[in-house]
């Protein structure tokens, strides 16, 4: 066969395979297997969340995109703008999808009543993400998430790159998600397998599960899910996780993933359906041979269940191992390394701890109870509560602060424990009678139950990924860096202040980026910059220029290799990059009074106003401030007594420079902003926010010299809620 030949049949291949390659139109449905030609597709989502822009159905179907590449909300440029449903894949069986590419919008790709489904080297990054109103010197409340309920599909509203409902025996693989908030999220799916993902540098949930069972979930990568962070300020966390698990889901296995520098690394509740009845709960899940350091929170919480914790490394977070309420769960061969306490357990039953190494944890073991239950809690009232039955065996303590600290807890076998460095072995109060029955005497027979190696069935796969390779440099919590779109990832250059509640004047920065370059721009707001250009990595230091109002900009330009920018976009080699560091804050006078409420006597909700007709209350408080920033935990606390129902009502004004700003609120229950006398924002009905966060509103307004600003708010209950921000917009 001559040379010619080979290029002529090479060429008609390759033609022939081109022309079964098909370009894909908006509203197209999908019931045979195809292969997408590969180019842009700027397809805008339907506003109707009852349309996709894809639709996949029916058996033995095979969709290969080619890199293709789904691009939403093509008029939007911030995330939490995007929104719709790029794929919808129902009522099918069989069905892979692959190398597919999709980025702008809320959910990129929905499987709902599907068996079978391969989804299969796709790339899913950089889709919905909301847009968080935390900073470094202080957490906002409206940055938590819940996820309790999903009944109704509740949890869309915070966005996914998958989302799968009633999706039987499917495998995930290969696929990437970043620069997202939530990645895979899975509802009533059991029997699947998701393996060799990475879904890292996301500001929500790694991988989530509610009422799924018998799924196994291994060699993956879930880094930095993480949101509710500053270093050495804050650490919150805000229910982000790189792995959830809610609500009746059982026989999971999660096994050698890399799930550091998350919310929780490991977030596991019963639900609802337990605190209610007593009953159920997430059982009889296995958690293996994965990472969970460097968590702002817990590296595991495991809470009201039962479950097999084995041979994890857990380092340097809040709490190790959260454990309340679990019962019948095995603690074993674990290492702990500098946690504030390893394990802590309040309410627990025949746990069991052994074989764990800890160092350098300031509480190893703390078990405890609480004297009352509260009295909503279901659980409470149809268990059995107490603290109880622990065993506590062959473990290795070195260099703890405190070994054990328990109070209200009754029968615990702790023998053949290694000690050494050690402050305090025992915390117990000399006249505490609630700590009982502990024994230490050796049960040979225990010791040997405990001693037998942990068999685990592991599923095979081809070319299982190693998740743990190349990231040693990322250790530790101070490398999580919260930015305005969720945790940074090292990507591109950004300039850091690593010194945010210090109140000298000398504010420290640290610039990190790819290799490259970087030269200021323009700074205002402080003078004496240390460095005015450089190489990355480095840091810098800048005197600010002290004022009543804080108005701080340093703007810097960087060029050096290719990168991508926190939005997703591909930056070329030497292609001059912007980026810069912002503070501002505008003083305004606040005069803040607050009032008692008693709803059974005049509801303001209902009579949309703050007072009764020709009513003057005597404020039970008053404060002057130059900011509006207020959270009441447990009600307002007066010296005389503390109210769980009240009104605020401020007013304040300033000067400001002409310009357009954006104004934030964040409220609990109910609140009312009044610009110049000209209500701005009116969320006057709690009823309208149906969920557990507090809500926050953005609205932008131009000023220009003296403003007057009035505030009404109601606390109804709980925990209260109410802060004010000012800040330029372009």
Same mark, same amino acid.
Request: glycine share 6%; with cysteine; proline share 3%.
């Given at each position: 066969m001559n040379k010619a030949f080979l290029i002529l049949g090479s060429i008609l291949i390759s033609f022939i395979l081109s022309a079964q390659e098909k370009s894909i139109s908006k509203g197209l449905k999908i019931t045979k297997s195809i292969t997408?030609?590969?180019?842009?597709?700027?397809?805008?989502?339907?506003?109707?969340?009852?349309?996709?822009?894809?639709?996949?159905?029916?058996?033995?179907?095979?969709?290969?995109?080619?890199?293709?590449?789904?691009?939403?909300?093509?008029?939007?440029?911030?995330?939490?703008?995007?929104?719709g449903i790029a794929i919808l894949i129902q009522n099918s069986r069989n069905v892979t999808i692959k190398n597919l590419k999709i980025r702008g919008y809320k959910i990129a790709l929905m499987a709902r009543n599907t068996e079978g489904l391969i989804i299969d080297n796709c790339d899913l990054s950089y889709n919905y993400r909301q847009h968080l109103n935390s900073t470094q010197e202080k957490e906002d409340l409206s940055d938590w998430m819940s996820y309790h309920q999903n009944e109704n599909d509740q949890?869309?509203?915070?966005?996914?790159?998958?989302?799968?409902?009633?999706?039987?025996?499917?495998?995930?693989?290969?696929?990437?998600?970043?620069?997202?908030?939530?990645?895979?999220?899975?509802?009533?799916?059991?029997?699947?397998?998701?393996?060799?993902?990475?879904?890292?540098?996301?500001?929500?949930?790694?991988?989530?599960?509610?009422?799924?069972?018998?799924?196994?979930?291994?060699?993956?990568?879930l880094m930095f899910n993480v949101r509710g962070y500053s270093d050495g300020v804050y650490n919150r966390g805000q229910d982000s996780a790189g792995i959830l698990i809610y609500e009746q889901s059982n026989h999971n296995l999660f096994y050698k993933n890399n799930v550091t520098h998350s919310g929780d690394g490991f977030f596991l509740w019963a639900g609802q359906t337990t605190m209610d009845s007593g009953q159920g709960g997430c059982?009889?899940?296995?958690?293996?041979?994965?990472?969970?350091?460097?968590?702002?929170?817990?590296?595991?919480?495991?809470?009201?269940?039962?479950?097999?914790?084995?041979?994890?490394?857990?380092?340097?977070?809040?709490?190790? @191992?959260?454990?309340?309420?679990?019962?019948?769960?095995? &603690? +074993?061969? #674990?290492? /702990?390394?500098?946690? *504030?306490? %390893? @394990?802590?357990?309040?309410?627990?039953?025949?746990?069991? &701890? +052994?074989? #764990?190494? /800890?160092?350098?944890? *300031?509480? %190893?073991?703390?078990?405890?109870?609480?004297?009352?239950?509260?009295?909503?809690?279901?659980?409470?009232?149809?268990?059995?509560?107490?603290?109880?039955?622990?065993?506590?065996?062959?473990?290795?303590?070195?260099?703890?602060?405190?070994v054990f600290h328990i109070d209200h807890t009754d029968s615990l076998n702790i023998f053949n424990n290694i000690y050494s460095g050690y402050e305090t072995l025992y915390k117990i109060k000399i006249d505490d009678s609630s700590v009982t029955n502990l024994d230490t005497t050796v049960y040979?027979?225990?010791?040997?139950?405990?001693?037998?190696?942990?068999?685990?069935?592991?599923?095979s796969v081809d070319k299982p990924a190693n998740p743990?390779?190349?990231?040693?440099?990322?250790?530790?919590?101070?490398?999580?860096?919260?930015?305005?779109?969720?945790?940074?990832?090292?990507?591109?250059?950004?300039?850091?202040?690593?010194?945010?509640?210090?109140?000298?004047?000398?504010?420290?920065f640290d610039l990190l980026g790819p290799k490259g370059k970087w030269k200021i721009k323009k700074v205002k707001g402080v003078k004496n910059v240390?460095?005015?250009?450089?190489?990355?990595?480095?840091?810098?230091?800048?005197?600010?220029?002290?004022g009543e109002q804080t108005d701080i900009i340093i703007e810097l330009e960087y060029t050096g290799d290719e990168m991508t920018t926190p939005l997703g976009d591909a930056m070329t080699k030497g292609k001059p990059y912007t980026f810069s560091y912002k503070k501002f804050f505008q003083p305004i006078n606040w005069i803040t009074s607050w009032f008692n409420l008693d709803t059974s006597l005049f509801n303001p909700i209902k009579a949309n106003q703050l007072f009764a007709d020709n009513v003057r209350t005597q404020p039970l408080l008053t404060e002057l401030s130059k900011k509006l920033d207020y959270t009441w935990w447990n009600g307002l606390k007066t010296k005389d007594s503390v109210y769980s129902q009240f009104m605020t009502l401020t007013e304040g004004s300033a000067n400001f420079t002409k310009g357009n700003y954006e104004l934030s609120v964040t409220w609990d229950d109910a609140v009312k902003v009044y610009l110049d006398n000209k209500l701005i924002i009116d969320e006057w009905n709690p009823a309208l926010h149906?969920?557990?966060?507090?809500?926050?509103?953005?609205?932008?307004?131009?000023?220009?010299?003296?403003?007057?600003?009035?505030?009404?708010?109601?606390n109804l209950g709980g925990l209260g809620v109410l802060a004010l921000k000012l800040k330029p917009v372009l």
């Open positions: 997408v030609k590969n180019k842009v597709y700027p397809f805008d989502a339907y506003n109707n969340t009852d349309k996709s822009i894809l639709i996949i159905e029916g058996n033995n179907i095979t969709v290969d995109f080619k890199n293709a590449t789904l691009k939403g909300s093509n008029t939007k440029k911030n995330p939490d703008e995007f929104w949890w869309l509203r915070y966005g996914a790159a998958i989302y799968l409902r009633g999706c039987k025996n499917a495998v995930v693989r290969n696929c990437k998600v970043t620069g997202g908030q939530n990645a895979l999220m899975m509802m009533e799916c059991n029997g699947a397998m998701i393996y060799n993902n990475d879904f890292s540098f996301n500001s929500g949930i790694g991988i989530g599960l509610y009422k799924c069972s018998n799924n196994t979930v291994m060699y993956n990568r059982n009889d899940n296995i958690i293996a041979s994965n990472d969970f350091s460097y968590a702002p929170t817990n590296g595991v919480e495991v809470t009201f269940s039962r479950n097999t914790i084995i041979d994890n490394r857990i380092f340097e977070c809040d709490n190790g @191992i959260w454990g309340g309420y679990s019962y019948e769960t095995k &603690i +074993a061969n #674990n290492k /702990f390394r500098n946690n *504030k306490r %390893a @394990i802590a357990i309040e309410h627990g039953q025949y746990d069991t &701890i +052994a074989y #764990n190494i /800890f160092y350098g944890d *300031k509480t %190893a073991v703390h078990l405890w109870a609480r004297e009352q239950q509260p009295t909503d809690w279901g659980y409470a009232k149809y268990r059995d509560t107490k603290s109880h039955n622990y065993t506590i065996v062959s473990n290795n303590f070195s260099s703890n602060g405190i040979d027979d225990i010791a040997v139950e405990l001693s037998k190696d942990n068999e685990l069935k592991i599923p743990f390779v190349n990231v040693s440099s990322l250790a530790g919590k101070k490398n999580i860096l919260i930015t305005e779109w969720g945790p940074y990832d090292f990507r591109s250059p950004i300039i850091w202040n690593t010194n945010p509640s210090d109140t000298s004047g000398l504010m420290k240390s460095l005015l250009s450089g190489e990355f990595p480095a840091s810098i230091t800048a005197e600010e220029v002290k149906k969920f557990d966060e507090s809500p926050n509103k953005r609205i932008k307004v131009s000023l220009d010299g003296k403003h007057t600003f009035r505030v009404e708010h109601l």
